[in-house]
C-alpha cells in the first residue's frame, strides 16, 4: 500500500504520522467522553519523611478507567490531553477529585498531610487556572495547608512572560506548597533555584535509580539534599524502589521518600486503610532489623 503513495521513505512517513493524528483523535473523542462519564480516577501514593517515617503527604496521580481497555497509564494519556486541548478539562476534573478526597479525609480526621496535585500546562497557561483552582477549594472547603501543586521546571521555562511564576506566587502566598517535579532532568540549576516561586523539589528517580550502585551518584544526591536544605526548602526523593536505596537515603539530610518500596499508588479507598495501618516506627525498626548499619 505504501508503493501506491510514493517512491520513497518520505511517504510512508507520512502515512505513518496520519495514522498517529487519527488514533490521537480517537483517543481524544474516547477521553472527553471519560471525562464526562467519570472515568478519571486519582490514585494516592504516599511520601514519607525519612526522619521518623512519619507520612508527609500523597500525590494524586489519575488513572483512566477504560470500558474496553481497563486502566489506562497517564504516561498514554497525559501527552495526548495536553496535544489536543482537553488538558484544562481533564485538569479541572483532578482538581475537583483531589479536593474531594482532601476534604473527606479531613472531615473523617485521616491525618494525610497534603494531597500532591500534578499541574497541566495547557491548564496554566491558557485556561482560567486560578479560578478554577479557587471555585474548587471553595466548593469543597479544603484548607491552603492540606495541598501541594507539581509542577515541571519546563514550564517555567517556556515561560517568557513570568504568568506561570506569577500564578505559583499567588498560590504560595496562600499557603499552597509548590514544588518543582522530575528535579535534574531538565536544565534548572541549583543557582537558579533559589529564584524561582518554588518550596522544594522532587529529585528525579533517575537519580535515585543509580544511588546503590554508584558511590559518585549517591554524593550528588547528598550534597543536593543538603544544599536544597539550606536555601530553605525540601525535598522529595522519587522512585525509591529498593530497601538499600531507602537505607542510603536515610543517612542524608532532611528528606521525604516516595516509591515501590514503600507502597505502590492505591485507590482512595485503599490509600485510607493504608493510612490507618501505617507504623512508622515499625517500618523503620523492621528495615533495621534485616541489615543493621
Ligand atoms: P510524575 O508526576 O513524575 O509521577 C511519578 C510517577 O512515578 C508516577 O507514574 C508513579 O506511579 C511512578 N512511580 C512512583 N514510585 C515509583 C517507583 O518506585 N518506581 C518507578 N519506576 N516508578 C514509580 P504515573 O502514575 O504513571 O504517572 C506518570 C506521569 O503522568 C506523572 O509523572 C505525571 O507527569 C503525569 N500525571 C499523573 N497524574 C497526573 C495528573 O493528575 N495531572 C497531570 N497533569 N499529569 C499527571
Ligand atoms: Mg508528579
Ligand atoms: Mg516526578
Ligand atoms: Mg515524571
Redo the contacts with the bound molecule.
Keep these: 500500500k505504501t508503493k501506491e503513495l510514493g517512491r520513497d521513505g518520505y511517504q510512508f512517513f507520512t502515512s505513518e504520522m496520519k495514522d498517529k493524528i487519527d488514533m490521537e483523535a480517537r483517543i481524544e473523542t474516547d477521553l472527553r467522553v471519560g471525562i464526562e462519564a467519570d472515568q478519571l480516577e486519582?490514585?494516592y501514593?504516599p511520601q514519607i519523611d525519612l526522619s521518623d517515617g512519619s507520612i508527609s503527604g500523597f500525590?494524586?496521580?489519575?488513572r483512566w478507567n477504560h470500558p474496553e481497555q481497563g486502566l489506562v497509564?497517564?504516561?498514554y494519556f497525559?501527552p495526548i490531553a495536553e496535544n489536543t486541548g482537553l488538558g484544562p478539562a481533564?485538569?479541572r476534573c483532578?482538581l475537583d477529585q483531589a479536593m474531594t478526597t482532601a476534604k473527606d479525609w479531613s472531615n473523617k480526621g485521616v491525618d494525610f498531610g497534603r494531597i500532591a496535585?500534578?499541574?497541566?500546562p495547557q491548564h496554566l497557561k491558557r485556561g482560567n487556572f486560578l479560578d478554577d483552582f479557587s471555585a474548587a477549594m471553595q466548593k469543597h472547603q479544603v484548607s491552603p495547608n492540606h495541598l501541594t501543586v507539581?509542577v515541571l521546571e519546563s514550564y517555567l521555562f517556556d515561560d517568557p512572560n513570568s504568568d506561570i511564576a506569577n500564578i505559583l506566587t499567588l498560590l504560595r502566598e496562600r499557603g499552597i506548597l509548590v514544588e518543582l517535579?522530575?528535579f535534574g532532568t531538565g536544565y534548572a540549576s541549583l543557582s537558579h533555584l533559589s529564584s524561582l516561586p518554588v518550596n522544594g523539589l522532587k529529585i528525579d528517580?533517575s537519580f535515585i535509580r543509580e544511588i546503590n550502585e554508584d558511590i559518585k551518584q549517591s554524593g550528588i544526591v547528598s550534597s543536593l539534599i543538603s544544599m536544597t536544605n539550606l536555601m530553605g526548602m525540601h525535598v522529595v526523593c522519587?522512585?525509591?524502589?529498593t530497601r538499600e536505596q531507602f537505607t542510603i537515603l536515610r543517612q542524608f539530610s532532611n528528606c521525604s521518600a516516595?516509591?515501590?518500596?514503600i507502597q505502590?499508588?492505591m485507590d482512595k479507598q485503599k490509600t485510607e486503610s493504608w493510612i490507618e495501618h501505617w507504623h512508622p516506627a515499625r517500618f523503620l525498626a523492621e528495615i533495621d532489623k534485616i541489615q543493621p548499619l
Excluded at 522519587?238 to 524502589?241: A, F, L, S, T
Design positions: 486519582l490514585y501514593q500525590e494524586a496521580l489519575v497509564s497517564p504516561a497525559i481533564l485538569s483532578v496535585i500534578n499541574l497541566s507539581e517535579d522530575d528517580q522519587e522512585g525509591v524502589e516516595q516509591g515501590y518500596f505502590r499508588p
